[in-house]
């Protein structure tokens, strides 16, 4: 919130807060943070242009997805976050995402180097709470097989989690049962 410096009617942002702006200056947000802001901006993306995101998407490789999203013809995307440049060269495991998606994106926010990415996968970056396609991932079809599995999963995992959301008591069940085991 803005508040007011001193007695005078001169309005300021409290430290890390831009002027004008309700949110923390670029540098002073943490990776997570950054990693989070450009992951809504990528979901929010995908809901304009009619796919189905789903956050923290276990593939049956044992790899999570930080987005896989159904697309209106029945594919599904996978988009990668990358926080910075550090989190994109030290994590080099994106290319395991490949066998599990019609299409592999690179989700980034503004300031990334984004000569650092690899030209075979898609591209959105990210602007405050908006996201734009800047280039579309080459197509690598899923065999039939693999897609209805992992349609079959990705409708589990989405009816599950908006069963938990209307029935918080559900997963305090679930996670006792589990224990019990």
């Keep these: 919130m803005l508040r ?7 309005l ?3 430290p890390g807060i831009r002027e004008g ?3 923390p200056a670029d540098d002073d947000i943490t990776l997570p943070q950054r990693a989070m802001a450009v992951r809504r901006a990528a979901a929010r993306l995908c809901v304009l242009m009619g ?10 490789n044992g790899r999570r997805a930080d987005i896989l999203a159904l697309l209106p013809d029945g594919g599904f995307a996978c988009i990668e976050v990358k926080s910075g440049a550090r989190d994109f060269l030290t994590d080099q495991k994106w290319p395991e995402y490949r066998d599990f998606c019609d299409a592999l994106y690179f989700a980034v926010d503004g300031g990334f180097p984004q000569e650092l ?10 602007s405050d709470r908006e996201a734009e396609l800047v280039r579309e ?16 999963r990705f409708a589990a995992l989405a009816a599950t989690r908006l069963a938990v959301l209307e029935d918080p008591g559900a997963a305090a069940a679930l996670r006792g049962a589990l224990r019990a085991e």
Excluded: N, Y
């Design 12 to 14: 300021t942002a409290p």
């Design 137 to 152: 991932a080459p197509a690598h079809k899923l065999p039939p097989s693999r897609r209805r599995a992992l349609l079959l």
């Design 117 to 126: 990415l690899p030209a075979e996968v898609g591209l959105i970056v990210a």
């Design 51 to 60: 796919w189905a995101p789903v956050h923290e998407v276990t593939l049956p």
């Design 4 to 10: 007011r410096a001193g007695a005078g009617a001169v």
């Design 21 to 23: 702006t309700q949110r």
